[in-house]
């Protein structure tokens, strides 16, 4: 007696755009790999606390961001995509093709000292608080790295903060630089 196989159904539009989409990513992968880092989005990854967000958050802002930059730069065109927070995830699990930034809050001096005025907590709703963080960002293809820039800003966080855009810009742009020459 001969074993009946169940029929194979009909595949649906969803199935046909799925199969399509692992066939594209399977050539793709078959591409040089300068021509796939200026056509693939760069992932973007954050490690560290930014002031203002949640981790969740950090890495869709930086990856906005980057992006208005990243058209507005000579060579023009590179694209970012978010990954999100990657607390300690071993450097073969990583998006090979990516952008890490590192965040260190530097020391905060004014804890101890004696003020004068309002409280800190209404001081600090009223002006917002402005903290100095150290800034590392790396560049790496096809898994190697290629480059890196450091810079420091006092921001006061969140969305809103143009100090801290205007930053993420600057630091795009040097970065993208530094990776032409």
């Known amino acids: 007696m001969i074993a009946r196989l169940p029929p194979i159904p009909r595949r649906s539009a969803t199935r046909r755009a799925v199969i399509w989409g ?6 793709l992968g078959g591409m040089s790999p300068v021509a ?12 560290g606390e930014l002031p203002g ?11 906005i961001v980057m992006n208005t930059a990243g058209k507005n730069t000579p060579g023009g065109g590179q694209s970012f995509a978010a990954v999100g927070p990657i607390p300690s995830a071993p450097p073969d699990r990583a998006a090979p093709d990516r952008v890490e930034w590192t965040f260190r809050p530097n020391p905060y001096a004014g804890g101890a000292s004696r ?3 309002p409280p800190r907590s209404t001081a600090s709703r009223l002006f917002g ?5 150290s800034v590392e960002l790396r560049l790496y293809r096809d898994g190697r790295y290629q480059t890196q820039v450091f810079g420091q800003v006092e921001v006061q966080g ?3 903060d143009a100090d801290l855009q205007t930053f ?3 630091m795009t742009r040097r970065l993208l630089d530094a990776a032409a020459q």
């Open 22 to 27: 692992a066939v594209m990513l399977g050539a």
């Open 129 to 133: 608080v402005h903290r100095l963080i």
């Open 36 to 47: 796939r880092a200026q056509g693939a989005p760069l992932a973007v990854t954050a490690i």
């Open 168 to 170: 993420v810009c600057d």
């Open 158 to 160: 969140g969305r809103r």
């Open 115 to 117: 003020t004068l005025g």
């Open 53 to 63: 967000f949640q981790p969740r958050e950090v890495a869709p802002f930086l990856a």
